[in-house]
């Protein structure tokens, strides 16, 4: 009985991030045609260890990502050893207020680009497990597997910094940063 159980549970976690996971693996520079593998092999992981499964449906999703993460990181070391890890940004801009023109909307991606690629790795990987991902501070935090507290640092300092990337390259001077040092 617990068996049927554990298999619908499982099926029904399936069902409810499968495309989402493949949204993150391949948000994280993964090519979609490998993504699907990465997030089998994460489904595969989750069945290997159903009774680590958490039951609630966030920490359920939050824990697949948490697995895909680390898969994905080791297929890349594996794959490019030392090669940085890039998020396509490009289209994704979405712009409130008045519709801007083309020109202006070009100008402002490119802006986020840039303001973007001076993040370190660490910096734009909280900001898209918030933004793009949706996961909660607790959730992305266990993603990263670090405490929920330095989380929120992180993520407060990556805002910081890509607001100030962003107002520099609004007045047409970026900051001469580097994405390596230390990550706070």
């Known amino acids: 009985m617990t068996e049927i159980r554990d ?3 499982y099926e029904a976690v399936y069902a409810r991030t499968y495309t989402d996971l493949v949204r993150f693996v391949v948000r994280r520079g993964c090519p ?16 290997r260890r159903l009774a680590d499964l958490p039951g609630d449906s966030g920490e359920a999703r939050a824990w697949l990502f948490g697995i895909a993460r680390r898969l994905l990181v080791a297929k890349q070391r594996a794959d490019t050893r030392g090669h940085e890890l890039s998020v396509r940004i490009a289209g994704q801009v979405a712009v409130e207020g008045p ?5 202006d909307l070009v100008a402002t991606s ?18 898209s497990l918030s933004v793009w991902e949706g996961l909660t501070g607790a959730q992305a935090a266990q993603v990263l597997g670090i405490s929920p507290l330095a989380f929120r640092i992180r993520l407060s300092r990556a805002r910081r910094v890509l607001m100030r990337n962003l107002v520099a390259a609004d007045s047409g001077r970026l900051p001469m940063t580097s994405k390596g040092g230390s990550v706070r």
Do not use: G, Y
């Open 7 to 9: 298999r619908q549970r």
């Open 32 to 47: 979609s045609d490998q993504a699907e593998d990465v997030v089998a092999e994460a489904f595969a992981v989750a069945w």
């Open 99 to 103: 519709a801007l023109a083309h020109d």
């Open 110 to 127: 490119v802006d986020l680009v840039q303001a973007w690629n001076r993040l370190t790795p660490a910096h734009q990987e909280a900001l």
